[in-house]
């Protein structure tokens, strides 16, 4: 009985000095868990994922406008050489 009730009592003071060094307690039916109730890191964590949101949305916005300045320079480019062969073709001509 004295070693039940000194598990008990050892348990207890484990949970309150976990809860005062700011842990908290999920407890299932089976388990319990501590975990570090850290409200600063949570904010912190949930400011960068808002902040990575947005520089993923703009990079997005970045890579369609690069893609679409590629496909406007290839077009160019086969301009050019179309304008270049009818050069050489109308300097041959001559």
């Known amino acids: 009985m004295d070693i039940q009730c000194a598990l008990v009592v050892g348990g207890v ?24 109730n850290d409200q600063i890191h949570d904010k ?28 406007e320079i290839n077009n160019l480019k086969d301009q050019v050489i179309k304008l270049q062969e009818k050069i050489i073709r109308d300097g041959k001509n001559s």
């Not at 003071?13 to 570090?36: F, N, P, R």
């Open 13 to 36: 003071s484990i949970v309150l000095v976990a809860l005062g060094y700011g842990y908290k307690i999920k407890m299932d039916k089976k388990s319990m868990k501590l975990e570090k």
């Open 44 to 71: 912190k964590h949930r400011h960068n994922e808002t902040r990575i949101k947005t520089l993923e949305d703009k990079n997005g916005n970045e890579q369609r406008q690069i893609d679409e300045q590629r496909k």
